[in-house]
C-alpha cells in the first residue's frame, strides 16, 4: 500500500514538472505593450526605410542608404556592435536613372513599365516597331528568323487581367487560422511542385527566345507578369553576376498596357513604340551585407547566448518595397527600440540582423548562418551553433501577427501558447505545427536552429504589393505594425530572459545539394 | 336595377380598358436574344472604339478616329443616312504626344502621371526642384511670392490613400434594387448641393493659386485628384474655349506616388523632378459633332415619328474611356445591330445618337435637343418635338442592366413593367420612380421628352475606372454588355412598334438658366 502511494505520488510530481507553466512576466509584456502601442515610431522608421531610402534591390545605392540609415538609427537607439557585416560576394548591383515607354501609333499612349533589374538601358531614345512573336515550344522561333531586326519584341501574355469581386486587401478569418492550425497539407506541396516544374520550363524558354531574338538582331523586350490598374508585377531580366552573359533591354508591364499592344498586333495594326531607359551597373563592391547590431546580454552565464530577431533589408526595384520587406523591417527596429527605451537588462544578448540579398536567394541569411553556425552541406557546425537560442523573422507584409509557425518543432509549442496569451486580445493566438518557407528564418531551420517566421494578415500582399512597382509607403497599415512589433519585443524579451535556451529539433542530415 | 347594371358593366369595361396590358413580343424577345447573347458583336465594336481609336476626348483626333469608324459601321450593318451632324461651337481640341514625370532627387522614381487636359506641354524636357506650398485660403498665398521661380509646385493631398478591405469591383444586390425601387430620398440631393457648394469654393481656390503660380514663374503645377495603386482620376487643367487663358503645364497623379513626393517635401528633402509633356490644340475645326444612323420607320401612318437610343462616344484622355462611355455606346451599336440583322420592319423609325462633348457639360445631346425639339430655356418647342416617342440612354459603365429609372414618369411603369418580364431571369427587374442624372437623357427629360437612362451594375465605375487612366478594354465585361444590347434592342423595338408613342409628363416650365 505504502510503495503505491509513494509511486502515485512520484507520478504526480512527475506530472507536475512535464506540464510546469513557461512563465510570462506581464508586468514587462505591461510596459512594452504602452510604449509599442502609445510612444510607436514604427512609421518613421518605415518613412526612412521607404520613402527617404528608395528602392533597395541587392547591390544598389539605394540598399546602402537603407543600410547605412538603419546601422546610425540602432546606434541612436543605445544598441552596441552596430555594423555592416559582409556576408560574401554577391555580384553586380544595379539600378535604373530613367524609365518611359510610350505607344506613338496608331495613336499615343503613355504605358506604366519598369526596366527589369540587371538589363541594360536603351543608351538614347529608342524609336520602333512592336512585334508579336508567339512561341510555344523552341522550334517555333525559326519562322522569326531574319524579320526582328530593330523590333521591340512581345509574346502574347499567359495571364487574363480578370476583374475581381473579392476584395485586394484580406485578413485571416478565425475559419483560415483553424485550417492553419491544422496538420500540415502535403496537397499545397504537391501542387507547388508543380507549379514549379512548369515555371523552369517557362523560364528555360524564356531565355531561349531572349537569346534568339537578341542574336537576330532585335532592340528591345517588353513583357508582363501580371498586375491590373497600373500595378505590375516585377522581377530581374538578367543574372547579376560579374559575368553574366548581356542581354536586350526590356521592361515589363502590367495586363492592360500590354494586352492592349498584343490586341492590336493580334488585329493586324502597325504599332510603333518610343522607349528610352538608362540603367547602371555597380561594381565597385561585389560583396552583400547585412546589418547587425545588439543589445547585450548582462547574465554573467547566459551574455554569451543570442536571440536573433530580423528581417530582409533588400527590395526590388519599382518601388520602395515597403511591404516586402521595409514593414518586416521597421517592426523588428521597432521591437528592439522599444526593449532599449525599457532599458531592458537582458540575460542573452539580442541581436538583430537585417539581412541583404533576399530577393536573389536567401543569400544574406545564408552567408551569415554559414559564417557563424555551421554550413547545410557537410553538418560541420561552429561553435556559435551551441550559442544561439532562436531566430524570429518578420516578412509577410503589412499585416499583423496571428500567430507563429512552429516549424515542425513540438517542444515549442507550449512556451509559445503561454507567451502569446498577452495578445490574444490583439488577434495573435495562432500556434501551428506548419513549417513555412520562402524567407530568412530558412537560413537557421536548414541547420537545427530553432528559427521561426510569424504568421501575418495577408492585407494586399498578393493583390497588389508583394514585388510590384505599387509596394508603397501607403500600403503600410499602422495599426499592423505597432501590434506586431510589441508581440516581437515581448517574444524576444522572453526568450532572452528564459532559463534554458529554446527546444531544438534534431540536427538535419548534410544537404550537399542545397 | 337595369340601370345599375350597366354602370357595373362600364365600371368594368372601364377598368378592364384601364388594366389592359402592355402587349410584349415573344417571338422577337427570342429572336433578339438568339442574335444578342449567341453571335455579339458587342466586343468587336468596342475593341475598335477603345483600343484602335484610342481616348476621345472632346475635339480630338481620338474622337474623330471613332466617330468615323462608328458612322462607317453602322451604315455598314444597313443603316440608313448615317451622318455626323454639327450639334454646335464646341472650342479647341487637344491632345497630348508625350506624358513623362520622375523624380530624380533624392533617387529616381518614375512617376505614374498624365498631363491634364487643355494645359500646355513643357516645351522639352523641364528639370525644376518641387515646392510644396500650403494654402487654404488666398491670403496665404503672399508668403510664397519671389519664392516660386523654376520650381514645380504641389499643394498638400486633400485625401488619403485608404487601404479598402471592399471588393473594387461589386453588383447591386437584391436589397440595394429594393431601396432603389423606393421612393427618391430628398437626403440624398441635399448633399450633394451641400457638395457642390465645396467643390465650386475648392475650385474657384484652386483657380486663385493656379494664377499666382504662374504669374511667379513657376515652371509647372503637379496635382491629385486620388486613385489608388497606379490608378489615376483626371480631368481638365484649362477650359477649351478658343479664347481661354493660358495655364501652367500640369500633370495629375495618384494618391502614392504624390504622397511620396509631400511626406518627402514635409521631412525637409531636396526633391529635384523631370518632366517632359508635349501636347497640341486643335484649331482647325471647332465644331462640335455627333454621330446619327437610322433604321427608317415602315408604317406610313408611324414612320415620322421617332424612337431614339444613344450615349456619348466622347471620353476623358488617359486612357482609352473603356467603361466611360464606349461601353455605352457598344451596346447601343449591337441593339441596332442586332434589330437590323433580324431584318425588323419598325413602325417608327429608330435613331442612334452618340453624341460628343458630353464631358464638357453634355454639350453634344443639348444642342442636338435644341436644334431638333426644342430651346428649354423658353419652351419654345420645334415641330419634331411632337414626333419623338422616348429616348433611351447607356452611360453608367460595363455593369449589365438590372432595371430602368422612370424619371418621376409615373404613365410609363406599366409599360416597362411588362417589357422586362421576359428578362427577369437576366437580372433585370427593377422599375424605380427616381430621377438619375448626370448624362445625356437630361437634354430629353429638360424638355418634357420621355427620355430615360437603365439601371447599371457598378462593377469598378467609382473605384477604378470612371474618368481614370485605367479605363481600360479590360474592365469591360462582354457578358453585362450581351445582356444590356438585348434588353436595349428589345425595349427599343417595343416602343418602335407600339400603338402610340410613350406617355409624357407635362412640359416643364422655361428654365432661362440652363
Redesign the interface.
Known amino acids: 500500500m505504502k510503495k503505491t502511494l509513494l509511486t502515485t505520488l512520484l507520478v504526480q510530481c512527475a506530472f507536475v514538472a512535464f506540464a510546469q507553466q513557461e512563465p510570462v512576466d506581464l508586468d514587462m509584456v505591461h510596459r512594452i505593450k504602452q510604449e509599442g502601442l502609445k510612444n510607436s515610431k514604427v512609421m518613421e522608421t518605415a518613412?526612412y526605410l521607404t520613402?527617404?531610402?528608395?528602392?533597395r534591390l541587392s547591390g544598389s545605392?539605394?540598399l546602402q542608404?537603407a543600410n547605412e540609415w538603419s546601422k546610425s538609427k540602432l546606434s541612436e537607439w543605445g544598441l552596441k556592435n552596430a555594423h555592416l557585416e559582409e556576408w560574401g560576394t554577391f555580384g553586380r548591383g544595379w539600378?535604373?536613372?530613367?524609365?518611359?515607354v510610350?505607344m506613338?501609333a496608331?495613336?499615343?499612349?503613355?504605358l506604366?513599365a519598369?526596366p527589369k533589374a540587371w538589363t541594360p538601358g536603351t543608351n538614347g531614345e529608342l524609336k520602333g516597331q512592336a512585334m508579336l512573336i508567339k512561341v510555344e515550344k523552341e522550334e517555333d522561333l525559326a519562322q522569326y528568323k531574319g524579320k526582328l531586326k530593330g523590333k521591340i519584341i512581345l509574346t502574347p501574355p499567359t495571364r487574363e487581367?480578370i476583374?475581381?469581386?473579392?476584395?485586394?486587401?484580406?485578413?485571416h478569418t478565425e475559419e483560415d487560422l483553424k485550417k492553419l492550425a491544422a496538420n500540415p497539407d502535403a496537397e499545397n506541396n504537391q501542387r507547388n511542385n508543380r507549379n514549379m516544374t512548369d515555371w523552369r520550363a517557362m523560364m528555360q524558354l524564356r531565355t531561349k527566345v531572349n537569346e534568339f531574338v537578341m542574336a537576330e538582331g532585335a532592340a528591345a523586350i517588353l513583357s508582363t507578369r501580371g498586375g491590373?490598374?497600373?500595378?505590375?508585377f516585377t522581377t530581374n531580366g538578367a543574372p547579376y553576376a560579374a559575368d553574366a552573359k548581356p542581354v536586350l533591354p526590356e521592361m515589363e508591364m502590367?495586363?492592360?498596357?500590354y494586352?492592349?499592344l498584343v490586341?492590336?498586333l493580334e488585329?493586324g495594326?502597325k504599332v510603333e513604340l518610343e522607349m528610352e531607359t538608362e540603367t547602371r551597373f555597380l561594381t565597385d563592391d561585389l560583396k552583400g551585407y547585412n546589418v547587425i547590431a545588439e543589445i547585450p546580454g548582462t547574465d554573467k552565464k547566459l551574455k554569451d547566448e543570442v536571440v536573433m530577431l530580423g528581417g530582409h533589408i533588400d527590395s526590388w526595384h519599382a518601388?520602395?518595397g515597403a511591404t516586402d520587406n521595409a514593414a518586416g523591417v521597421a517592426v523588428m527596429m521597432e521591437a528592439v527600440r522599444i526593449l532599449k527605451a525599457l532599458n531592458i537588462q537582458p540575460k542573452r544578448t539580442i541581436r538583430i540582423a537585417l539581412w541583404g540579398g533576399e530577393e536573389q536567394g536567401l543569400h544574406g541569411s545564408r552567408g551569415y548562418a554559414k559564417q557563424h553556425f555551421g554550413d547545410p552541406a557537410t553538418m560541420a557546425l561552429k561553435k556559435e551553433h551551441e550559442k544561439l537560442s532562436a531566430y524570429y523573422n518578420l516578412d509577410n507584409g503589412t499585416g499583423k501577427i496571428r500567430g507563429i509557425y512552429l516549424q515542425g518543432n513540438d517542444m515549442v509549442r507550449p512556451i509559445f501558447e503561454e507567451w502569446f496569451k498577452p495578445f490574444h486580445d490583439l488577434d495573435a493566438n495562432t500556434i501551428t505545427i506548419r513549417n513555412t518557407g520562402g524567407t530568412d528564418h530558412l537560413a537557421f531551420d536548414a541547420l537545427g536552429l530553432p528559427g521561426f517566421q510569424f504568421i501575418q494578415d495577408e492585407?494586399?500582399y498578393d493583390t497588389?504589393t508583394h514585388h510590384t512597382?505599387?509596394d508603397?509607403?501607403?500600403?503600410l497599415?499602422p495599426e499592423d505594425l505597432k501590434q506586431a512589433s510589441v508581440i516581437v519585443a515581448s517574444i524576444v524579451y522572453h526568450t532572452a530572459m528564459r532559463d534554458k535556451k529554446m527546444p531544438r529539433k534534431p540536427l538535419p542530415k548534410p544537404r550537399p545539394t542545397t
Open positions: 518613412f520613402d527617404v531610402s528608395g528602392s545605392t539605394g542608404r539600378e535604373f536613372q530613367k524609365s518611359y510610350a506613338t496608331p495613336y499615343y499612349q503613355h506604366i519598369t487581367a476583374t475581381s469581386f473579392e476584395p485586394d486587401a484580406k485578413r491590373t490598374h497600373g500595378t505590375h502590367g495586363l492592360e498596357d494586352g492592349r490586341r492590336l488585329a495594326q518601388s520602395t492585407i494586399e497588389r512597382n505599387q508603397n509607403y501607403e500600403r497599415q
